[in-house]
């Protein structure tokens, strides 16, 4: 089978979908840190979608350390294939990604792409952890990335020195005319980012730091589509489709959304022309989206995995699974925030629960499993917070955080690798535990990078995941209607 390329296109399918622009003139304008399969999914798709509107927005996807991406798709001159996975499964060649650099080994042209006068937008999904912050949210000045990049600043490895470190040659410049857009599933994702890059550029030079504050918009967004990592399945089924070998196509639900502020200090592609929602007020999309997607998402996967179930559409597909999720939406997640005016909440929840069913895509609770110390202060913590001070339920909340627990205990015990980038801290803490409910629920809530001191010392929080590690201590696949049907 022939490779997909520049010189194959022409033999793909008349059912493949493209938009329509000459990607050979197509120039720049887009640097994107962290060009993952969400990235390729979500905002390289819209951006070539809205290339169709014309600009030179191609996109320079820049790796932070794997050279993953740069290696595969560069025998595809960056060409890949989107598939969407839903009742009417489609392809889409997207063309938008022109290059892939790796920070690590290509440093100069990274420096080059970011300080371009045509470089006018730069993006990121770097994931909660790339942002080095710390429990308020701000700059972490013990991280070590931050402090190796306070020494370096010429040779930064976090993605907040990266920025910096261009922002420095753009002020030397006067090349203002950039925003730089977060598209992480963090609270306030732009608001962070701005007071982190200026954080660190005052440690390094003031008049940088209020120029930045004067020039660059760093505007919210929300982001949503879900996006299970590529498989070997998937590979073989695009091939079939789009009749040529595609290194690394990705897999997405039919939804996609992406909110984002009206802040820009530049120029930006015709993403209003394609679905984009442009607003002033990003935070009741972004709340209603982190706390009701990702919030029960997260209750869905450390749960669903202690029942014995690998995918989100299985997990969810049981009965008690869907009771529980549903119920915390409906009376604990929902009267937490406000929502936008013209949401109607309840659809948005029958909405999420009917993605999550969506059988034709394999999404594995392992994968949203990953990262828990970075994800659970944005999609349960901060939610659980507002409820106590409103007087509202957190029992449901709080079973999320103590299955998350069983989750660390689990692994500890069994000497099982997780993904987090607080792993050994995380199992240091599960090991200790000897299954005393009580003791054990206080061990951990003592980790004190993931839950403030405020809450865990919250009798009405303690208290609550204490409860909920009590009775899903004995969940197992066998018994799943009655070890739920006990906190419903
Ligand atoms: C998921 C998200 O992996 C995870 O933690 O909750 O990636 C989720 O699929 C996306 O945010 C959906 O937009």
């Given at each position: 089978m022939q490779q997909l390329n520049s010189s194959h296109?022409?033999?793909?399918?008349?059912s493949v979908i493209r938009s329509d622009y000459n990607r050979e003139q197509l120039g720049i304008g887009i640097v994107h840190l962290g060009p993952g399969a969400f990235h390729r999914a979500h905002q390289a798709v819209f951006t070539d979608n809205a290339l169709a509107y014309g600009g030179d927005w191609g996109i320079c996807g820049v790796s932070m350390r794997s050279k993953g991406v740069r290696d595969n798709l560069a025998e595809q001159d960056n060409l890949y294939t989107l598939a969407i996975l839903d009742e009417q499964p489609a392809y889409q060649l997207v063309g938008a990604i022109k290059e892939v650099l790796v920070l690590g080994d290509q440093r100069e042209q990274v420096m080059q792409r970011l300080t371009?006068?045509?470089?006018?937008i730069i993006s990121l999904t770097?994931?909660?952890?790339?942002?080095?912050?710390?429990g308020d949210g701000?700059?972490?000045?013990?991280?070590a990335d931050v402090q190796h990049d306070l020494a370096h600043p010429q040779q930064p490895n976090s993605a907040i020195g990266l920025l910096t470190a261009a922002l420095a040659v753009r002020f030397d410049q006067n090349l203002g005319s950039l925003t730089i857009i977060s598209c992480d599933n963090l609270a306030d994702n732009g608001s962070k980012l701005g007071k982190a890059v200026v954080a660190f550029a005052r440690e390094l030079n003031a008049k940088l730091a209020d120029w930045i504050e004067a020039n660059i918009c760093f505007p919210n967004t929300m982001v949503d589509s879900i996006t299970p990592a590529t498989d070997e399945a998937l590979k073989q089924r695009v091939a079939s489709a789009i009749e040529l070998k595609d290194n690394w196509p990705i897999q997405r639900e039919a939804f996609s959304q992406w909110v984002i502020e009206?802040?820009?200090?530049g120029p930006r592609p015709h993403w209003e022309k394609v679905g984009v929602t442009f607003t002033h007020d990003v935070s009741g999309y972004e709340k209603a989206k982190l706390r009701l997607l990702n919030g029960s998402h997260s209750t869905l996967a450390y749960t669903g995995l202690r029942c014995g179930f690998e995918t989100v559409s299985e997990a969810v597909s049981h009965p008690a699974l869907h009771k529980l999720i549903s119920a915390m939406l409906l009376?604990?997640?929902?009267?937490s925030f406000s929502a936008p005016l013209e949401m109607d909440v309840e659809e948005y929840i029958q909405a999420i629960l009917k993605r999550y069913a969506?059988?034709?895509?394999?999404?594995l609770l392992a994968q949203i499993a990953w990262d828990g110390s970075q994800k659970l202060p944005f999609r349960l913590l901060g939610t659980i917070k507002d409820n106590l001070a409103k007087n509202n339920s957190i029992r449901l909340l709080s079973t999320g955080v103590a299955a998350w627990l069983h989750f660390l205990v689990n692994a500890a015990h069994k000497s099982l690798q997780i993904t987090d980038p607080l792993a050994d801290l995380l199992l240091a803490s599960a090991k200790k535990?000897?299954?005393?409910s009580a003791e054990d629920v206080q061990t951990l809530l003592a980790i004190a990078q993931v839950f403030p001191a405020e809450l865990a010392a919250n009798q009405s929080f303690s208290k609550a995941v204490t409860e909920a590690y009590l009775t899903l201590a004995d969940l197992n696949p066998q018994n799943i209607d009655s070890v739920l049907g006990k906190i419903e």
């Open positions: 296109i022409n033999q793909l399918p008349e371009a006068p045509s470089t006018h770097v994931t909660e952890k790339g942002y080095c912050l710390n701000l700059l972490d000045r013990n991280h009206d802040e820009f200090s009376e604990e997640v929902k009267p969506n059988p034709h895509i394999r999404h535990c000897t299954g005393h």
